[in-house]
């Protein structure tokens, strides 16, 4: 569901909601760009208007925030990924 906007959309914001998960782009974490979001246009004269801006916001799903608990079970379900790797590696060394 789209939520209200409370503060305008520019460029760099729209590269931190992707960059945080809120669009669905991706999962959380940075993400270093060789040319960040907007720097093309920028680099070749022509800044996004406010108009671009706005549409692509709007085109953009908008997320919310995964709960804590899907944080913590993904963490134990790595873990448990982790682990039966090491042992299949030993059963493997060990053989």
Not at 41 to 69: H, K, Q, V, Y
Not at 77 to 95: E, M, P, R, T
């Amino acid at each position: 569901m789209a939520r209200p906007e409370p503060h305008p959309q520019t460029v760099d914001r729209l590269r931190a909601d992707i960059d945080s998960g809120l669009t669905g782009d991706k999962v959380p974490g940075s993400d270093p760009a060789a040319a960040p979001l907007g720097t093309d246009a920028e680099a070749g004269g022509a800044p996004p208007t406010r108009a671009e801006i706005d549409l692509e916001a709007r085109s953009r799903p908008r997320m919310d925030p995964a709960p804590e608990g899907s944080k913590r079970s993904a963490w134990i379900w790595g873990a448990g990924v982790v682990l039966v790797l090491l042992l299949v590696v030993g059963v493997f060394a060990a053989g």
